[in-house]
């Protein structure tokens, strides 16, 4: 069984940062995309980053280019502790939601198929990030 479990949500001032963890038990995750989505309430969830466990390649939502941060979200892992990180800086009131992590075995991965919710096969209950205006 599957299982993923977010934490490090919270209550932050507008230009704060926050780090949310996404550990992962009952699986090797060497074959995985791991991903990071949030939803906002009343808004559809959204594609928040990615990145394939095996070769650590990531993908960003709304950067010039998906394959690297702007610096404000950075996604990372941990293979020994089975944890994928979000290190969240410089947020803004508009980033407040629930910040989902999810785990896919999609074949092949592109920048289009890591931001599509119905590849994923596994999700975590979600973490509430609150950022204050």
């Known amino acids: 069984q599957v299982h993923l479990a977010e934490s490090g949500g919270g209550l932050v001032p507008s230009g704060g940062s926050l780090r949310l963890a996404c550990i992962v038990s009952?699986?090797?995750?060497?074959?995985?995309?791991m991903g990071w989505f949030r939803q906002a309430p009343g808004k559809e969830r959204e594609f928040v980053a990615a990145?394939?466990?095996?070769?650590?390649?990531?993908?960003?939502?709304?950067?010039a280019d998906a394959r690297f941060t702007d610096g404000r979200f950075i996604i990372s892992r941990d293979d020994a502790k089975n944890t994928m990180y979000l290190q969240m800086n410089s947020l803004k009131p508009e980033d407040t939601a629930v910040y989902y992590c999810?785990?896919?075995?999609?074949?092949?991965?592109?920048?289009?198929?890591?931001?599509?919710?119905?590849?994923?096969?596994?999700w975590g209950q979600g973490t509430q990030v609150t950022v204050s205006s």
């Open positions: 990145l394939t466990w095996r070769h650590v390649m990531p993908y960003y939502a709304n950067t």
């Open positions: 999810a785990a896919g075995t999609l074949k092949y991965w592109n920048p289009g198929t890591a931001g599509n919710a119905s590849n994923y096969n596994y």
């Open positions: 009952g699986t090797s995750l060497n074959d995985y995309m």
